[in-house]
C-alpha cells in the first residue's frame, strides 16, 4: 500500500536526484513572481506589468497566447508591441514546449500542485474525471464569448490572470479565486483546473506540436512498471505511448501535447528511464 | 488505495485503477470507446454541454452587472470608446506603472469596474495630465489611443457642477477653487458673473465647465472644498447630451449664410377696429 511516489527515487539517487527538476521549477516559477514584485517593492523594474503582457528590461514585450487571441476575435489586430509580445512568446514557448510556462511560469501551477498533493496527503481519490478536452471546449467558448461580444468577457472570471494580478498589483480579493481552485481540485477533481478545463494551457497547448524541448523515455526497456511517474504525472496519459509505446513502433518521446515539461517523471523515476532533450529541426537530439 | 489514484481516462476507457498491460490502438478490444454505451457517451456529453453552458451564462450576467455599475470611474487618458476599449485592454496594468502620481488603479474582482481594467477616481488622486502622456506610451495594445499627442486633447470625463444648491460659488461666497486648480484655466472653466438676488447688492461668479476644453483630469473635484464635492467629473457619455441630427441652430445657419435664411421679412397688413 503506497500512495505516494518517490522513496525509491530518494534510496536510488539521493535528495537532489530525486526533486531537481521540482526545485529548480519552483526556483522559476518563484523568481518569475519576484521579478515583478521586484518594482512596486524596490523601484528596480526588470519586469514590468503581468503574466497577460508584460515588459522585460524596459525593452522586450510579452504578450499572453489566450489575451492576444482574445484581441484579435475581440476588436482586431491590436497596437505593434502586443504583437511583438506575442511573437516573443510564441517563439520562447515553441522552444521550450508549449506549455512548458503552465508548470514553470504560471503562479496557479503551485495552487493545483498543492491541492494535489493535500489529496495524497488526505487520500481522497474520487471526483469529476471529466474529458482532458473539455479545456479545448473552453478555449472555444472563451473565444467565441469575445468574438461574439467583442468585449474580453472571459477576463472578468479568468483565473490565471486574476492570481497573478492579485499577487502582483496587490488585488487581494482576486486571490480568492487561486483559494476557489484549490479547493475544486482537492475536492471536486482531481487535476481538474490545470488537467481538464484551463483554456490558458489549451492555447499554449496547441504549441507543442512544433515544441523543441521534450522529455524522453530514453531508457523505457528499464521500467520496472513500479507506476510511480503515473502517479506523480498531472497528465498522465502522455506517458503511456512513450514509455510502453515501443511494440507498436512508437519512439521513447513524449510528444503528448499536454505534456507541461514539469519534470516529475525523471525525478521521481529510480530506474533513471526519463531525461529532458532538444529536438532540433534537423532530427538531432541534445540530452541535458 | 494504491494504483486507484492512477488516472486512465484518455489511455482507455477501463473501470479505473486497471490499466491494459500493453497499449492497445485501434483494436478489436479495448479500444478508446470500448465500455462506454452511447447512454453513458450522450450523458456525459450532455452534463459537459451543461457545465460549459453555466459557465457562459455566469460570465454573460456578470459583463451585464458589471456594464451597468462602471460609471463614476474614469479611464486614462486616451482610453478608446467603452466597449471598444473593453475588447482591446490587455488588462497587464502597464498603465498603471507608467503613472508618475498613482492615479491610474486596476479594478480588483467585483468591483464596479471590469476586472482589471485601469481606472481612476478624481476625487482620490486625479490627472495630472503628463506633458509626455507616459500612460498612453506604456501601453502595448492600443486601448488607450497612441494617436492622443497633447494631453490637452484628452477627453477623460466631463466635469458637472452638480450640486447647484451647496456650490459657495452659488451661495454668494467667492470659492472659485475649482476654477483656479483647473489645468485649462480660462477655456474648460469660466467663471460667469450673475446678479446676487438674495442680497440684492452682491454678485455670484458661477464656474461654468466647457465641454469643448474639459478633460477631465478630475482636478476640480478633487479640490472641491465641500465635504462631498459639487463639482463632479462623470464619463462623458453619461452626461453629455446630443442634439438630434436633423437640428438646425437659426444663428448659426444665418452666420453661415451671411444673412438672413428666409429672403426677406413678411409684411402683414395692420387690422385696426372699424378699419
Not at chain 2, 477627453?155 to 447647484?164: C, S, Y
Request: proline residues 6%; positive net charge.
Amino acid at each position: 500500500m503506497k500512495n505516494r511516489p518517490g522513496p525509491e527515487a530518494r534510496q536510488q539517487k539521493g535528495w537532489w536526484g530525486a526533486y531537481r527538476w521540482l526545485v529548480l521549477r519552483r526556483v522559476s516559477q518563484l523568481l518569475v513572481l519576484t521579478l515583478f514584485l521586484l518594482g512596486p517593492w524596490t523601484g528596480a523594474w526588470l519586469l514590468r506589468g503581468n503574466l497577460s503582457s508584460s515588459v522585460l528590461l524596459e525593452s522586450v514585450p510579452m504578450t499572453d497566447l489566450l489575451l492576444f487571441a482574445q484581441l484579435l476575435v475581440a476588436h482586431g489586430l491590436p497596437a505593434f508591441q502586443a504583437v511583438l509580445g506575442f511573437m516573443v512568446v510564441f517563439g520562447l514557448y515553441l522552444l521550450l514546449g508549449g506549455r512548458f510556462p503552465c508548470s514553470w511560469v504560471c503562479p496557479v501551477n503551485l495552487v493545483t500542485d498543492g491541492a494535489s498533493w493535500m489529496r495524497a496527503r488526505l487520500g481522497i481519490t474520487g471526483g469529476w474525471r471529466g474529458s482532458r478536452y473539455t479545456r479545448y471546449g473552453v478555449l472555444l467558448l472563451v473565444l467565441l464569448s469575445a468574438a461574439w461580444s467583442g468585449v474580453l468577457l472571459w477576463e472578468w472570471i479568468n483565473p490565471v490572470a486574476l492570481t497573478h494580478r492579485g499577487l502582483v498589483f496587490g488585488l487581494w480579493t482576486g486571490l480568492l479565486v487561486a483559494a476557489g481552485i484549490f479547493f475544486f481540485d482537492l475536492l471536486v477533481s482531481p487535476h481538474g483546473w490545470c488537467g481538464r478545463l484551463c483554456p490558458t494551457g489549451a492555447a499554449y497547448s496547441l504549441l507543442s506540436y512544433g515544441a523543441l524541448l521534450r522529455v524522453d523515455a530514453t531508457r523505457r526497456e528499464a521500467c520496472t512498471d513500479c507506476m510511480d511517474c503515473y502517479l506523480v504525472c498531472p497528465e498522465p496519459q502522455v506517458i503511456d505511448p512513450a514509455l510502453r509505446g515501443g511494440s507498436l513502433g512508437l519512439g521513447p518521446t513524449i510528444v503528448g501535447v499536454q505534456c507541461t515539461n514539469c519534470g516529475r517523471c525523471i525525478d521521481v523515476c529510480p530506474e533513471n528511464v526519463y531525461e529532458f532533450a532538444f529536438h532540433l529541426p534537423n532530427k538531432s537530439r541534445v540530452a541535458l | 488505495m494504491g494504483t486507484e489514484v492512477v488516472e486512465t481516462d484518455s489511455v482507455a476507457k477501463e473501470p479505473r485503477g486497471r490499466r491494459p498491460a500493453t497499449l492497445t490502438k485501434g483494436g478489436k478490444e479495448g479500444t478508446a470507446t470500448a465500455g462506454m454505451t452511447r447512454r453513458g457517451f450522450l450523458q456525459k456529453s450532455a452534463g459537459q454541454a451543461v457545465g460549459l453552458g453555466v459557465i457562459g451564462l455566469l460570465l454573460w450576467m456578470h459583463a451585464r452587472s458589471s456594464d451597468a455599475q462602471a460609471a463614476v470611474a474614469l479611464r486614462p487618458p486616451g482610453a478608446l470608446p467603452e466597449s471598444s476599449f473593453l475588447g482591446s485592454c490587455l488588462r497587464c496594468g502597464l498603465c498603471a506603472r507608467a503613472c508618475p502620481y498613482d492615479t491610474i488603479k486596476l479594478a480588483d474582482v467585483g468591483s464596479a469596474v471590469a476586472a482589471g481594467t485601469p481606472y481612476f477616481y478624481a476625487r482620490e488622486i486625479p490627472c495630472e495630465m503628463c506633458q509626455e502622456i507616459p500612460c498612453v506610451k506604456a501601453c502595448p495594445s492600443g486601448a488607450l489611443d497612441p494617436g492622443l499627442l497633447d494631453i490637452a486633447k484628452a477627453r477623460m470625463g466631463l466635469a458637472v457642477l452638480a450640486d447647484q444648491e451647496n456650490c459657495l460659488a452659488f451661495l454668494g461666497l467667492r470659492c472659485e477653487v475649482c476654477f483656479q486648480v483647473c489645468p485649462v484655466m480660462q477655456k474648460a472653466i469660466t467663471l460667469e458673473m450673475r446678479p446676487n438676488t438674495r442680497s440684492g447688492t452682491h454678485a455670484l461668479f458661477l464656474p461654468v465647465v466647457h465641454s469643448a476644453h474639459c478633460t477631465g483630469c478630475g482636478k476640480c473635484e478633487r479640490a472641491c472644498v465641500l465635504d462631498q464635492a459639487a463639482i463632479r467629473v462623470f464619463p462623458r457619455g453619461m452626461v453629455k447630451g446630443e442634439l438630434g441630427h436633423h437640428y438646425r441652430l437659426g444663428w448659426e445657419e444665418k452666420e453661415k449664410m451671411g444673412g438672413p435664411l428666409v429672403p426677406e421679412q413678411m409684411h402683414f397688413p395692420v387690422r385696426k377696429p372699424g378699419g
